[in-house]
């Protein structure tokens, strides 16, 4: 296993089209999470699955995103009608359950153009 | 509500000089303290955590961080910085993963 991995590695897409990223966890890893993060700033905290449920979504998550991990494996986040705000980098970071130690991929970097 | 300051935005040291990059914290209760590094196109690879005990914590690529509780602060040094450890660095407070909140890091410059 060499890690958490995430596809695509940057995603440029206009404005109102719809976009989706998929992270593929350590695979004992049962919790996984996904961050964003913008420029200048630390991650933020979106959401997070403990297997296939979906435990905690932040406020900063609108109804215009979703994300899924259906099998207890890879998840996928999804934007719709893109915006220039959500132009940022996407992390996922996957653990055990009670492990403090997250792992992070490399990203997801969106350009909203 | 619990919050991470890094006070310093940049931080340029000489090769073979010290390193120290500070953090402070706002948090209710004893929290969970973290530094990450992130190298330009990486993600986040954690340094150093601390839970309880012995508040001077040692973490990988010779990183060293104090939590001083009087102080709320939690700063990572380094006796002697090498030109692979400039990169974005950021200090991270909570009690879960899912709670986690960082700061906006601190991007370090090596000169030669």
């Known amino acids: 296993d060499t890690g958490v991995s995430q596809d695509p590695r940057h995603k440029i897409t206009k404005r109102g089209q719809n976009v989706t990223f998929r992270c593929d966890p350590i695979?004992?890893?049962?919790?996984l999470y996904w961050y964003r993060q913008t420029l200048g700033q630390g991650p933020e905290f979106l959401t997070y699955f403990q297997n296939e449920a979906q435990l905690e979504k932040s406020r900063l998550l609108s109804d215009r995103f979703s994300a899924e991990r259906p099998k207890g494996s890879f998840s996928t986040l999804e934007i719709q009608r893109t915006e220039q705000g959500d132009s940022a980098m996407y992390l996922c970071?996957?653990?055990?359950?009670?492990?403090?130690?997250?792992?992070f991929g490399q990203g997801t970097r969106l350009t909203v153009v | 509500a619990q919050s991470v300051t890094q006070p310093d935005i940049h931080i340029t040291v000489s090769e073979g000089a010290s390193l120290e990059l500070r953090c402070n914290y706002s948090?209710?209760?004893?929290?969970?303290l973290f530094w990450y590094v992130q190298s330009p196109g990486q993600g986040l690879q954690l340094l150093l955590k601390?839970?309880?005990?012995?508040?001077l914590v040692q973490g990988i690529k010779g990183f060293e961080a104090e939590f001083k509780r009087s102080q709320s602060s939690f700063n990572l040094r380094k006796p002697s910085v090498h030109w692979s450890d400039a990169a974005e660095y950021f200090c991270?407070?909570?009690?879960?993963?899912?709670?986690?909140?960082f700061g906006a890091g601190t991007r370090l410059t090596v000169k030669p």
């Open positions: 948090y209710g209760a004893t929290p969970y």
């Open positions: 695979s004992e890893h049962n919790r």
């Open positions: 991270a407070v909570g009690y879960n993963n899912n709670d986690m909140r």
């Open positions: 970071a996957s653990s055990f359950t009670g492990d403090t130690e997250a792992f």
């Open positions: 601390y839970f309880s005990g012995d508040t």
